[in-house]
């Protein structure tokens, strides 16, 4: 149902995920934990502010990455703190949300690795390119948001 609600063009990837591991490789700062997620057609390695969004082993979320978060404006967004998108669906559904930048795209046959920033919390979504088109279609430094939500319903 969340999907039909809005724009294809701001809906790049959407996927419900399940937490499996939390900082297995060390924790490197106090506040943020390196979660490592994984979906029927995908694995997620985010970063996330644990102050702010505790997460635990086999939390499920949904997460969305869309290049707008207006549902009828599909211009790029500047970067700048607009107050207007706390009125959006897409803003309004969601508990955690990040804006930053996809750096690195990186081809792993038969799969593909997206890698993105959200000032300096990373993100590395890997799966199969046929899921991912939508972002590996973007330009280097093509912003963009991610966004989450806990869920019962995976």
């Known amino acids: 149902f969340f999907l039909k609600r809005m724009s294809k063009a701001t ?12 900082d297995k490789d060390g ?12 979906a029927d057609e995908a694995k997620i390695t985010l970063d996330i502010n644990m102050d702010i969004y505790p997460a635990r082993l086999n939390d499920e979320f949904r997460i969305t990455i869309a290049s707008t978060l207006g549902s009828s404006d599909n211009s790029v967004e500047s970067g700048e703190f607009n107050p207007q998108i706390e009125d959006t669906p ?13 750096f690195k795209t990186k081809p792993e046959p038969p799969n593909v690795s997206i890698y993105a920033s959200f000032g ?35």
């Open 27 to 38: 924790k490197a700062f106090d506040k943020v934990s390196r979660l490592f997620c994984e």
């Open 120 to 154: 300096g919390l990373l993100m590395k979504l890997f799966g199969d390119p046929a899921n991912l088109k939508e972002l590996v279609a973007l330009d280097s430094n093509a912003n963009i948001y991610l966004l989450m939500r806990k869920t019962n319903d995976y």
């Open 11 to 22: 809906l790049l990837f959407q996927e419900y995920f399940r937490v499996k591991d939390i």
């Open 90 to 102: 897409l803003f309004q559904e969601n508990e955690y949300i990040m804006f930053g930048r996809v």
